[in-house]
């Protein structure tokens, strides 16, 4: 089984920055993509961010393209997501993923996290 634990959300300011971090226990994930993704209230889940975890191919979505930047600590097991220039928008329960590929799709991923939640005021 598989553990993805995210961590580093809360109520920010517009303009602000955070760090999200996902650490992964149980089987090994070396050669899983990590992903974001993202759900605001009554909205469907939606694509942030995703990271190959051997060649470090990234994709982001256009919504967050240039605000955030994904990364992964493979020593750590974790994956992060920083958030810059934050937006009311991007208010939402942002989830970690797992899968074997970076497609940006919630059904092509097997493990998730329980979702941390940002809220970001104007």
């Known amino acids: 089984q598989v553990q993805l634990v995210e961590s580093g959300g809360g109520l920010m300011q517009a303009g602000g920055s955070l760090r999200l971090s996902c650490s992964a226990s149980?089987?090994?994930?070396?050669?899983?993509?990590r992903a974001w993704f993202r759900q605001a209230p009554g909205k469907e889940r939606e694509f942030v961010a995703a990271i190959s975890w051997i060649e470090s191919y990234t994709n982001y979505a256009d919504s967050v393209k240039g605000r955030c930047t994904i990364s992964r600590d493979n020593v750590k097991n974790t994956v992060y997501l920083q958030m810059n220039g934050l937006k009311p928008d991007d208010t939402a329960v942002y989830f970690c993923?797992?899968?074997?590929?970076?497609?940006?799709?919630?059904?092509?991923?097997?493990?998730w996290g329980q979702g941390t939640q940002v809220t970001v005021s104007s």
């Open positions: 993923a797992a899968g074997p590929t970076i497609l940006p799709v919630a059904r092509a991923y097997n493990f």
């Open positions: 149980g089987r090994t994930l070396s050669t899983s993509t």
